[in-house]
C-alpha cells in the first residue's frame, strides 16, 4: 500500500470514529501542549531576563564594580559575609583612578542609591521612592533617554547643582497636568529644579523602573542615598560601558590591576571587590531555568507515555476489528512488510495529528499567559518542529506491537474471523 493511501486510511478512520480518535489524539496532544509551553514561558523568560532585567538594569557590554555582589542567590557563610564587611568601600578616587586607563570610547558611571526617600512637591502629597546619586555618564549607559527637558549636564555633577531628571511615574505624580521642568521638588527637605522628564522605562517583574529621581552625587543627594560605613567620597558603584563585547575583557583586566594595586593586595590574595557582568548577574537564572527545562521535559514525558499507551490500545483493538480485512489483504499478496508498515503508518498519522493540535493549544496557550500574567512567553520555532517530529516518533513505537502481531495473523484464520 502506497504511504499516501495509509495516511489516507489513517485520516478517514479519524473522521469516521471520531469518539476513539479523541481518545487516541488526548494524550499526545497534552503532552505536545506542555511541550510547547513550558517552553515558550522558558524561551520568554530568557529573552526577558538577557534584554530586559540585565539590559535596563547593568546595561549592555557592561560590567560593575562594587563592594560585594549586588545579586546574589544561594546561601552565604558567616564567614563570607564578615568578608564581605571587612572590605574596604568603592571611592570616588578609585573610580577616577580606573576612568584613566581606560580605553578609548569606553564609558563609566559612578552612584550610590536610596529607597523610601521622602519626596514632595507644591503640587502632590509626600511620597517615599528611589533616589539616584550619579557621576559620570550615568544617562549614556543606561540609556536613558529624556522626553521632556534635559538630562544633567556635566557641569552640574561637577558642581553638584540642586537639579534633577525625574521618572515618568514621578513626573505624573508630583505634578499632575503641569509641565514638571523648570519647577521645584522637595527632596529630603531639601529643593531642587527639576531640568528633565525621563522617557518610559516599563518594568521588570512587575516592578515598575518609572519611579525614581537622578542628581547629581556631589549635590545633597550624597547624604541622602549613603549608606552605613560609608564616608564622605564613598560610591556605591562604579559602573562601565565598553564600545564592544570584546573591548569589554580588556577593560575589565585594566580595572582589576588599577583596584588591586590602589588596595595594594599581593599576587597570592583574593580580590577585596566585586566586579559583576550581565552574564554573572544571569548565574542565579541559569539554574532556575535547569529546573525549568527539567520540568519542561518531565510533564510532557508522563503525558507521552501515557499517550503511547492509548495509542497502543486503540491500535490492537483496531486490528482486532480489521483482522478480516488484513486477512484478505494477506490472501492477495500483501507481505508481512506491507501489513506492518500500513499499521504503523497509520499509527504515526493519528500520532502527528495530535501533535499538531497540541501545537496549536500551546501556541494559544503561551500568547494568553503574555498577555494576562506577568510571566513573558516567546514561541521557539523549534519547539514547534520538536513536537510534531515527537508526536510522530511517540505514534511509530506506540504502534510497532500491534502493527507486528497484525502482520503475524495467519490468512486462512484471518479470513475465517467475522
Same mark, same amino acid.
Given at each position: 500500500?502506497?504511504?499516501?493511501?495509509?495516511?489516507?486510511?489513517?485520516?478517514?478512520?479519524?473522521?469516521?470514529?471520531?469518539?476513539?480518535?479523541?481518545?487516541?489524539?488526548?494524550?499526545?496532544?497534552?503532552?505536545?501542549?506542555?511541550?510547547?509551553?513550558?517552553?515558550?514561558?522558558?524561551?520568554?523568560?530568557?529573552?526577558?531576563?538577557?534584554?530586559?532585567?540585565?539590559?535596563?538594569?547593568?546595561?549592555?557590554?557592561?560590567?560593575?564594580?562594587?563592594?560585594?555582589?549586588?545579586?546574589?542567590?544561594?546561601?552565604?557563610?558567616?564567614?563570607?559575609?564578615?568578608?564581605?564587611?571587612?572590605?574596604?568601600?568603592?571611592?570616588?578616587?578609585?573610580?577616577?583612578?580606573?576612568?584613566?586607563?581606560?580605553?578609548?570610547?569606553?564609558?563609566?558611571?559612578?552612584?550610590?542609591?536610596?529607597?523610601?526617600?521622602?519626596?514632595?512637591?507644591?503640587?502632590?502629597?509626600?511620597?517615599?521612592?528611589?533616589?539616584?546619586?550619579?557621576?559620570?555618564?550615568?544617562?549614556?549607559?543606561?540609556?536613558?533617554?529624556?522626553?521632556?527637558?534635559?538630562?544633567?549636564?556635566?557641569?552640574?555633577?561637577?558642581?553638584?547643582?540642586?537639579?534633577?531628571?525625574?521618572?515618568?511615574?514621578?513626573?505624573?505624580?508630583?505634578?499632575?497636568n503641569v509641565d514638571p521642568v523648570g519647577r521645584?521638588?522637595?527632596?529630603?527637605?531639601?529643593?531642587?529644579?527639576?531640568?528633565?522628564?525621563?522617557?518610559?522605562?516599563?518594568?521588570?517583574?512587575?516592578?515598575?523602573?518609572?519611579?525614581f529621581v537622578v542628581g547629581p552625587l556631589h549635590?545633597?543627594?550624597?547624604?541622602?542615598?549613603?549608606?552605613?560605613?560609608?564616608?564622605?567620597?564613598?560610591?556605591?558603584?562604579?559602573?562601565?560601558?565598553?564600545?564592544?563585547?570584546?573591548?569589554?575583557?580588556?577593560?575589565?583586566?585594566?580595572?582589576?590591576?588599577?583596584?588591586?594595586?590602589?588596595?595594594?593586595?599581593?599576587?597570592?590574595?583574593?580580590?577585596?571587590?566585586?566586579?559583576?557582568?550581565?552574564?554573572?548577574?544571569?548565574?542565579?537564572?541559569?539554574?532556575?531555568?535547569?529546573?525549568?527545562?527539567?520540568?519542561?521535559?518531565?510533564?510532557?514525558?508522563?503525558?507521552?507515555?501515557?499517550?503511547?499507551?492509548?495509542?497502543?490500545?486503540?491500535?490492537?483493538?483496531?486490528?482486532?476489528?480489521?483482522?478480516?480485512?488484513?486477512?484478505?489483504?494477506?490472501?492477495?499478496?500483501?507481505?508481512?512488510?506491507?501489513?506492518?508498515?500500513?499499521?504503523?503508518?497509520?499509527?504515526? %498519522?493519528?500520532?502527528?495529528?495530535? #501533535? @499538531? +493540535?497540541?501545537? =496549536?493549544?500551546?501556541? &494559544?496557550?503561551?500568547?494568553? /499567559?503574555? *498577555?494576562?500574567?506577568?510571566?513573558?512567553?516567546?514561541?521557539?520555532?523549534?519547539?514547534?518542529a520538536a513536537g510534531v517530529l515527537t508526536g %510522530?516518533?511517540?505514534?511509530?513505537? #506506540? @504502534? +510497532?506491537?500491534? =502493527?507486528?502481531?497484525? &502482520?503475524?495473523?495467519?490468512? /486462512?484464520? *484471518?479470513?475465517?474471523?467475522?
Amino acid at each position: 500500500m502506497p504511504l499516501s493511501e495509509a495516511i489516507r486510511l489513517a485520516l478517514q478512520q479519524i473522521r469516521v470514529q471520531k469518539l476513539k480518535s479523541f481518545f487516541t489524539l488526548l494524550g499526545v496532544t497534552i503532552g505536545v501542549m506542555f511541550l510547547i509551553t513550558v517552553v515558550s514561558i522558558v524561551e520568554g523568560m530568557s529573552k526577558y531576563m538577557e534584554e530586559d532585567f540585565v539590559g535596563k538594569l547593568m546595561g549592555i557590554n557592561t560590567f560593575e564594580v562594587r563592594r560585594f555582589p549586588s545579586i546574589n542567590i544561594g546561601n552565604t557563610t558567616d564567614e563570607q559575609w564578615r568578608e564581605w564587611t571587612r572590605r574596604p568601600f568603592i571611592s570616588e578616587s578609585d573610580a577616577r583612578a580606573i576612568s584613566a586607563v581606560l580605553p578609548p570610547g569606553t564609558l563609566w558611571a559612578a552612584n550610590t542609591f536610596a529607597t523610601d526617600v521622602p519626596i514632595e512637591s507644591e503640587y502632590a502629597k509626600q511620597r517615599k521612592l528611589m533616589v539616584f546619586a550619579v557621576d559620570g555618564d550615568y544617562f549614556e549607559i543606561k540609556k536613558m533617554e529624556i522626553a521632556n527637558g534635559r538630562p544633567l549636564a556635566s557641569q552640574e555633577m561637577a558642581t553638584g547643582a540642586l537639579s534633577v531628571v525625574l521618572g515618568e511615574e514621578v513626573a505624573r505624580h508630583f505634578f499632575p497636568n503641569v509641565d514638571p521642568v523648570g519647577r521645584a521638588i522637595t527632596i529630603a527637605g531639601t529643593r531642587y529644579t527639576v531640568v528633565g522628564v525621563a522617557e518610559k522605562q516599563g518594568s521588570v517583574f512587575g516592578f515598575s523602573l518609572d519611579k525614581f529621581v537622578v542628581g547629581p552625587l556631589h549635590s545633597p543627594l550624597r547624604r541622602v542615598t549613603h549608606r552605613p560605613g560609608f564616608t564622605s567620597t564613598s560610591v556605591g558603584t562604579l559602573a562601565i560601558q565598553s564600545p564592544t563585547a570584546a573591548m569589554m575583557s580588556e577593560s575589565m583586566e585594566q580595572t582589576r590591576a588599577t583596584m588591586r594595586s590602589r588596595h595594594k593586595l599581593r599576587p597570592a590574595q583574593a580580590d577585596d571587590f566585586d566586579m559583576s557582568t550581565s552574564k554573572s548577574a544571569l548565574a542565579f537564572w541559569d539554574k532556575i531555568k535547569g529546573y525549568m527545562q527539567l520540568a519542561g521535559v518531565a510533564l510532557p514525558a508522563i503525558s507521552l507515555v501515557v499517550g503511547a499507551m492509548i495509542i497502543m490500545n486503540i491500535m490492537l483493538v483496531a486490528v482486532a476489528e480489521r483482522t478480516h480485512e488484513i486477512g484478505i489483504r494477506k490472501a492477495l499478496g500483501a507481505r508481512r512488510r506491507d501489513i506492518m508498515n500500513q499499521f504503523l503508518t497509520e499509527s504515526a %498519522t493519528l500520532s502527528t495529528v495530535g #501533535a @499538531g +493540535i497540541g501545537v =496549536a493549544i500551546g501556541i &494559544a496557550a503561551s500568547k494568553i /499567559i503574555a *498577555a494576562t500574567s506577568p510571566l513573558p512567553a516567546a514561541i521557539a520555532p523549534w519547539s514547534i518542529a520538536a513536537g510534531v517530529l515527537t508526536g %510522530t516518533v511517540v505514534g511509530i513505537i #506506540a @504502534g +510497532i506491537y500491534p =502493527a507486528s502481531r497484525a &502482520a503475524r495473523l495467519d490468512p /486462512i484464520l *484471518a479470513i475465517r474471523q467475522e
